[in-house]
């Protein structure tokens, strides 16, 4: 059974910094790509980055260019979002999805996901 757990949310002021955890397990395939992605009250789930296990290429969204990095452990099987300079608007909570296909490579779509996290609460206020 695949699992996705999420971690490293909480409350951070304007221009703190976070590191969230998605740790995957429960699979086989050596191929896949995972994303991150978030959702704020009132709004649509948003992309905001991802990465595969073949080249490790990231992709970011841009609202959050420049300031978050997404990285992966693949020993651990596990995949990093290093947000910095947080911003009010970044106040969402947070998911990690997993696309097993990688049919269209960097995307952002959150249909090409299948496998998704419980998700972490992020909140940027003073």
């Known amino acids: 059974q695949v699992q996705l757990v999420e971690s490293g949310g909480g409350l951070v002021q304007p221009g703190g910094s976070l590191r969230l955890s998605c740790v995957v397990s429960?699979?086989?395939?050596?191929?896949?790509?995972i994303g991150w992605f978030r959702q704020a009250p009132g709004k649509e789930r948003e992309g905001v980055s991802c990465?595969?296990?073949?080249?490790?290429?990231?992709h970011y969204a841009d609202a959050v260019k420049g300031r978050f990095t997404i990285s992966r452990d693949n020993a651990k099987n596990t995949v990093y979002l290093q947000m910095n300079n947080l911003k009010p608007e970044d106040t969402a909570v947070y998911y990690c999805?997993?696309?097993?296909?990688?049919?269209?490579?960097?995307?952002?779509?959150?249909?090409?996901?299948?496998?998704w996290g419980q998700g972490t609460q992020v909140t940027v206020s003073s």
């Open positions: 999805a997993a696309d097993w296909l990688v049919l269209v490579p960097g995307s952002l779509d959150p249909d090409q996901y299948v496998d």
């Open positions: 990465i595969s296990t073949s080249d490790g290429r990231p």
């Open positions: 429960g699979f086989t395939l050596e191929y896949y790509a």
